[in-house]
């Protein structure tokens, strides 16, 4: 039993929608952290990383989520250093 891999459209759209999470998402962590809301920043954080427990995307566009993750984190070390 072999799973078929996604249409073109459907990884677009699979790839869109975990953007927009990580969008939404690091935005959120950033508002709390800046407010002093550890705690909650941390809970918006594991939302934008469990993002990245995917198996619906391709190599290509999962690399693509793996950096927009990335820069997320290094704007918020730039931003404390």
């Given amino acids: 039993m072999t799973a078929t891999q996604p249409s073109v459209e459907d ?3 699979f790839l869109e929608d975990a953007l927009g999470v990580v ?3 690091s935005f959120q962590m950033k508002r709390c ?3 002093n809301k ?3 920043g941390l809970k918006h954080c594991s939302t934008m990383l469990s993002e990245l427990r995917t198996s619906t995307l391709t190599p ?3 690399y ?3 950096k927009c993750t990335f820069v997320v984190f290094l704007n918020l070390t730039l931003s404390w250093a």
């Fill in 60 to 62: 290509k566009n999962y």
């Fill in 38 to 40: 550890l705690m909650d």
């Fill in 11 to 13: 990884q677009g759209k």
């Fill in 33 to 35: 952290l800046d407010n």
């Fill in 23 to 25: 969008k939404v998402q």
């Fill in 64 to 66: 693509e989520l793996c």
